[in-house]
């Protein structure tokens, strides 16, 4: 199949997501060589490897695809998805076409992405997001589709799908004509938690204030027995997870509590709230996180006093954050990677 000229490249406004469609299975976890897609879907290429890790794809040669097709390759041995969970979800994408890799979330400069089970993949937070950001969000929606209650942590799906039914004109930015034939790679490799899981530390340290809560959920910090900060980061382990340690480039999903020191009420909570998403390492959050953070286990919750050189510095931010403020934040770790 030829595929048709390619449309101008603009910038497209978001969308709606299309309604979730069930996906096939449940899900994965040892080395698996699948051939898949064609020069009719079933011939075009070869997969190999371990799921949790790249994908080594062969092509043999150009393929079409038409509707959809997804089919699961190896099945994962951890935790079942539920409706309403969060998955952290690493996927390939290669242009059978071109047969060459048009994305790939293993790779160094990349992340992997959050995807709710049954619900919206959440769009771009920038007011105006480049074309690759969109492509991202169309892809992340493409990828939450074939994702449903009952597949396991550890899954490995393989789709095969035209990028029309994708990304349309917007996939330009990454050399993905009209009509060309997709197939899609996707590893469900751990579940964001929904809260600390590890065990409580008794002892706690001398400049950590006591936390306040309502119901269960921390809402605030009493510094009066705290002692005063010292211009240091410092970190507390108030509960020790036992998942893996947090890298210096991952994304990480948390809840937070953030508040200036001796301050009455906090500048910000996560809690109650959605679960926040960063990048660290990539100046998307202040030093004192990236600093902070890494190393610690999926599962901990930590308490962080931030000097202001690692903060908001002598400029501060808003109304609510003086220049010169010491920051504390109460931190759960719930996913990394």
């Known amino acids: ?8 490249r603009q910038t497209l406004a978001l969308l709606t997501p299309l309604a979730l469609v069930a996906a096939l299975g449940t899900a994965c976890g040892d080395e698996t060589t699948v051939a898949v897609g064609g020069l009719d879907r079933t011939d075009a290429f070869e997969i190999s490897g371990e799921a949790g890790a790249a994908p080594e794809v062969t ?23 539920a409706e309403g969970d969060q998955v952290l979800v690493n996927y390939y994408v290669g242009n059978g076409f071109t047969r060459s890799t048009t994305l790939d979330t293993y790779a160094e400069e990349q992340v992997p992405s959050v995807i709710p089970v049954g619900g919206e993949v959440p769009q771009p937070v920038s007011a105006q997001p480049s074309d690759e950001e969109i492509v991202r969000y169309l892809f992340d929606v493409f990828v939450a589709e074939q994702i ?36 899609v790679v996707i590893d469900l490799d751990s579940l964001v938690k929904t809260g600390p899981d590890g065990g409580p530390i008794k002892k706690r340290a001398a400049w950590v204030p006591k936390i306040t809560f309502d119901d269960g959920t921390p809402t605030g ?17 108030l509960y020790q997870g036992e998942g893996q340690e947090v890298g210096e ?9 953030g508040s200036v020191h001796d301050s009455a009420k906090p500048f910000d909570s996560s809690y109650g709230r959605e679960t926040f998403t960063t990048a660290l390492g990539r100046g998307a ?3 004192g ?32 954050i003086p220049g010169g403020s010491t920051l504390y934040f109460l931190i759960d770790v719930l996913a990394a990677g």
């Open 221 to 237: 910090f009493d510094f009066g027995s705290a002692a005063e900060p010292d211009g240091t980061l410092k970190t507390a382990v």
């Open 1 to 8: 199949m030829l595929r048709r000229p390619r449309s101008p």
């Open 289 to 320: 996180w990236d600093d902070a953070l890494v190393g610690l286990k999926v599962g901990s919750r930590v308490m962080l006093q931030i000097p202001p050189d690692l903060g908001y510095g002598k400029q501060g931010s808003g109304e609510d």
């Open 249 to 257: 480039k991952d994304l990480v999903v948390v809840n937070y509590l």
């Open 148 to 183: 449903e209650a009952g597949d396991t942590v550890g899954t490995r799906k393989v789709s095969t799908v035209t990028s029309a039914d994708v990304v349309g004109v917007a996939g330009s930015v990454l050399d993905i004509g009209n009509e060309d034939a997709l197939m």
């Open 59 to 81: 092509w043999n040669g150009k393929m079409d695809a038409e509707e959809v097709e997804t089919e699961v390759v190896a099945e994962g041995d951890g935790a079942e998805l």
């Open 285 to 287: 959050v202040i030093q």
